[in-house]
Each structure stands twice: as C-alpha cells, then as structure tokens.
C-alpha cells in the first residue's frame, strides 16, 4: 500500500440507482493507480460482477486490478434497478455514516459519494437532512461547510443553494458571503494546494447592479465587503457581472468563481464540462467529493450509465488527499 495515500471509501448510494453500475465502471478505468473500495451490500452489484471481500480498507491495494474491491455491508432487501425501497433507507445512511469513521479513524483517505435520494431517506428513516452535505456537516461537527463544483477548466461555488430564487436577495446575508469566501480560500489552500487563491465573486444583479440601474446590492454592500476582505489580504475580484465572467479568457484569471445562487454558478460548469463535474464540500475536517449528477432511476440497470463524474471524483478526492497530506 502507498506510504502517503491511503484508499478511498466509496458509498453505495441508493442502490436501486446507478452507483453501483458506475462504480464498476470506475474501476475498470482507474485500475490500482486511484485505489478505492466499495462499501455496500454485494449482491446490489450488477449481475458478473468481478469483485473481492475485504475485511479492511488497507487490504483494498491488494486486491487484483480487474477485480472490486468490497467492504460488505448488509442490506435488509434486494435492489431492483429503478426502483427504490424504503426498507434499504436506513442501510443506505449507514454506510455514509461508515465511510466517515473510517476515513476520520485514518483508514481512508477521503469519502466519495454515491448518489442519495433524499425522499427516499425521509420517507424510509426519517432522515431530516436536505441532502448528503447537511448530513457530513453533521458528522463532521461543523456548522458552516460550503458546496464546490469543480472540472479541470472552472470551479465555482454557489452562496447560496436550493432555495427559490425569490428567496435568495434575504438568504444572501454579507455574514453569509462573508464566511462563503472565507471557508472556500481555506479550502483551496488546503485541499488544492493553491497558496493565494484568486477569488472572483459574481454580482447579484444583471451587469452587477450597472452602477445602482439594476439593483443595488453591489453598491450597498458587496463591494464595500469585498474591499474590506482585499485590505485583509484576499485576492477577491468583483462583484464582476456574471455574463461576461465565465467565457475562456476571463476564467484564466481566477481560481474559483463565488456566485450568488445555485443555477448562476451550476449553468457555466455544466456548459463547460457537462460529464466531468465533481461535487466537492469545503470545511469538512475530512475530505468528501461525490460524482455531480443524481441516482438516475430511469436509466438504472441498463448498463448505460456515464462513469466519468465519478472518474474525476475519485481522482480528485486523491489529488486532495494528498495536497492534504493524508
């Protein structure tokens, strides 16, 4: 086994979905150079799968390279491609909950997740969570952790998430934006091994407000935030007008890209690499990606299902891992 890096721990999801379909697919891409192990109930494989038991995560570089490696975790009911059962709910969390401990114990390196289904949790075990990153923020023990898209060409980081958008001119606090900017530079720093990120923050309003035509946010408070944070030493550019902040020339010049609300940071990342985008949370005291897509129901089982999300989301879980020093 690597000195330095040890495997990932990959969640089943829910497995009526197509994680376990891409996680095969995975590893026939990435063979032993991203090591990683499954964890979820065996026979939720796809029918042929070639996989081996592990009784531990180090023993997962061990195992040959066309061959799965498994941590078994028992599930109370079959998985039927397409359909979700709510008896499987609880299993499901478990295992999320599993793949922590281990990674926080200092058998893995970092958490990547599968796709969830948050009704299914709810309506199956009561999960009171609105999806997977509330849930490690739990487990984590921290309060304010921040969502991160990534590909090789953009990352960007949405203030605020899912929520209307109607909502978003209250929900978008400057202790909000404040702690967003600040949460995502640590994270660059220690995850991605940048050592001054370049922050470009994106306007609220059309054409960042047009000098009070078009709103005033800008005006009123998140310039004057910006250039306090700039006296404190952060690389922030803005608040730039978010159509003309994501065409190629403009995203050279900056790390990441902090936008005001879910689909202004979520369409450019999706233009730019529909397939390749990772789901990254920031502020975690453990490192977590997860592929950029959901359970896929309607295609589940057909053997169609596109891997290379969680391709990139396990290469970049390793790549942290070690900027890290895990």
């Given at each position: 086994?690597?000195?330095?890096?040890?495997?990932?721990?990959?969640?089943?999801?829910?497995?009526?979905?197509?994680?376990?379909?891409?996680?095969?697919?995975?590893?026939?891409?990435?063979?032993?150079?991203?090591?990683?192990?499954?964890?979820?109930?065996?026979?939720?494989?796809?029918?042929?799968t070639a996989f081996s038991l592990i009784e531990?995560?180090?023993?997962?570089?061990?195992?040959?390279?066309?061959?799965l490696p498994v941590l078994p975790h028992p599930?109370?009911?079959?998985?039927?491609?397409?359909?979700?059962?709510?008896?499987?709910?609880?299993?499901?969390?478990?295992?999320?909950?599993?793949?922590?401990?281990?990674?926080?114990?200092?058998?893995?390196?970092?958490?990547?997740?599968?796709?969830?289904?948050?009704?299914?949790?709810?309506?199956?075990?009561?999960?009171?969570?609105?999806?997977?990153?509330?849930?490690?923020?739990?487990?984590?023990?921290?309060?304010?952790?921040?969502?991160?898209?990534?590909?090789?060409?953009?990352?960007?980081?949405?203030?605020?998430?899912?929520?209307?958008?109607?909502?978003?001119?209250?929900?978008?606090?400057?202790?909000?934006?404040?702690?967003?900017?600040?949460?995502?530079?640590?994270?660059?720093?220690?995850?991605?091994?940048?050592?001054?990120?370049?922050?470009?923050?994106?306007?609220?309003?059309?054409?960042?407000?047009?000098?009070?035509?078009?709103?005033?946010?800008?005006?009123?408070?998140?310039?004057?935030?910006?250039?306090?944070?700039?006296?404190?030493?952060?690389?922030?550019?803005?608040?730039?007008?978010?159509?003309?902040?994501?065409?190629?020339?403009?995203?050279?010049?900056?790390?990441?890209?902090?936008?005001?609300?879910?689909?202004?940071?979520?369409?450019?990342?999706?233009?730019?690499?529909?397939?390749?985008?990772?789901?990254?949370?920031?502020?975690?005291?453990?490192?977590?990606?997860?592929?950029?897509?959901?359970?896929?129901?309607?295609?589940?089982?057909?053997?169609?299902?596109?891997?290379?999300?969680?391709?990139?989301?396990?290469?970049?879980?390793?790549?942290?891992?070690?900027?890290?020093?895990?």
């Amino acid at each position: 086994m690597s000195a330095t890096i040890r495997p990932l721990a990959l969640t089943c999801g829910d497995p009526a979905g197509i994680g376990s379909e891409i996680a095969v697919k995975a590893r026939g891409v990435l063979g032993p150079g991203v090591p990683f192990f499954w964890i979820g109930d065996p026979a939720h494989l796809p029918d042929g799968t070639a996989f081996s038991l592990i009784e531990r995560p180090e023993a997962a570089e061990d195992v040959a390279p066309g061959l799965l490696p498994v941590l078994p975790h028992p599930f109370p009911r079959p998985a039927l491609p397409g359909r979700p059962e709510l008896e499987n709910a609880q299993a499901t969390i478990d295992v999320i909950s599993r793949a922590v401990g281990l990674v926080r114990a200092g058998h893995a390196a970092a958490v990547c997740t599968l796709p969830i289904n948050k009704k299914v949790l709810k309506d199956g075990a009561g999960f009171t969570f609105p999806g997977h990153t509330e849930y490690l923020a739990h487990l984590g023990g921290v309060e304010r952790v921040v969502m991160l898209l990534a590909c090789p060409e953009l990352r960007v980081v949405p203030a605020t998430i899912h929520i209307a958008l109607a909502d978003v001119p209250l929900a978008l606090t400057p202790e909000l934006l404040e702690a967003t900017i600040r949460v995502t530079h640590a994270g660059l720093q220690r995850d991605f091994g940048i050592p001054a990120p370049r922050i470009a923050v994106a306007g609220l309003n059309p054409h960042a407000g047009e000098g009070g035509a078009m709103g005033r946010e800008e005006i009123d408070w998140i310039a004057p935030l910006l250039g306090r944070m700039v006296k404190e030493g952060f690389d922030l550019r803005g608040p730039m007008p978010p159509d003309t902040m994501f065409h190629k020339a403009a995203r050279a010049r900056y790390d990441v890209a902090v936008c005001m609300y879910h689909d202004q940071a979520l369409i450019p990342i999706k233009t730019v690499d529909f397939d390749g985008g990772v789901n990254v949370t920031l502020g975690l005291p453990f490192i977590r990606t997860s592929p950029d897509h959901g359970t896929a129901f309607d295609i589940a089982g057909k053997g169609i299902a596109n891997p290379n999300s969680l391709v990139a989301a396990l290469r970049m879980a390793q790549q942290m891992a070690a900027a890290r020093g895990a």
